[in-house]
């Protein structure tokens, strides 16, 4: 058994957002809420003024560096993701509350023209597009005692607290359930490339898996393969195909709006994680075991082991060997 825990953590090194690429992101964030501002400033009055909360994997500390794409004309696009959440809060005794679409037209408007890469209306945020190929999120959300709703294009207002999950996840968190919650987005970012029909869950929904199925182990690699072993046996449960939120609005299904193309897709994308898992466990030589990984579920970002053999503890060797045969000792008796 070739134990991988020194590459795992290498590549951890490899996806794992840096300080600089983080402060860089925070700048571009910060330009576009003054930018936000400036537009509600000059053009609402003072009770529609925005507020800001920064949300998703940035707050989490497992945004993860994306695999780099090349648009038409070659250059070289990161696709990093952001979330930013917009605040309206109603002033006391007046009813600022517009219709969802109108909060989406005046935050659309608000950021029109500021990177020179259209902006896209999706259905629960508005999202800002930058030549480099990051983007930042701007979900919506209108504030009234106390109770947080999100603008959602489809499903009108909806109970929702961002705020509340990150909380949730930090208290949950420890430095390897960071790690594993990135290899998993690092899964997902190297198989949506490769095939660019599948939709695999959100970082979201990857997050809220990897802390309820959470196995620790002293080695990554043990811990990964126990994380993605028993959240593929969940939800292969009969009814187990589900992702509840943990927070408001809680115990809500995530993939209840899942297309049955959607939800096999996955199924059988993390069979093939949890199967490549195996094999590479199962390997002796360092470097075969890393390259199963590397072909079919990580990519070259995941460092290629040393072609050495693991003979004392091989699973293999001693299966392909079978029982019977009992090595000579060294000195006799
Ligand atoms: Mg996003």
Known sequence: MAVLHKEYIKFNKEIKLSTKKKDSLKTSRKELRKKIRKWFEENKPKEIQPKFTSQGSIEMNTCINPISTENDDGTKQYKYD???????????????????????????????????????????????????????????YYKKDGTIELAHRSKSWTVSDPKEFYEWFNKKKNPQIERIVRYLKAWKNFRENKNTNLKLPSGFELTILAVNNYKSDDNDDKSFIETIKKINKELNRDKGFKCLLPTTPKNQDTFADYSETRKNGFLTTLNSLNNDLDRAKDESNFKTASEILINNQ??????????????????SLKKSLGSAIIPPKPYGN
Do not use: M, Q
Not at 87 to 99: H, L, M, P, S, T
Not at 298 to 315: H, Y
């Open 82 to 140: 952001l979330d930013d959440g917009v605040y309206f809060i109603e002033v006391k005794g007046e009813d600022n509350k517009r219709a969802i679409d109108t909060w989406h037209d005046w935050v659309f408007e608000s950021v029109d023209n500021h990177t020179g890469v259209p902006s896209k209306r999706k259905t629960t945020c508005v999202r800002v597009i930058f030549a480099d190929g990051h983007h930042i999120d701007l979900p919506i």
């Open 298 to 315: 990580f990519g070259t970002r995941f460092p290629k082991g040393e072609d050495k053999t693991d003979s004392g503890k091989s699973n």
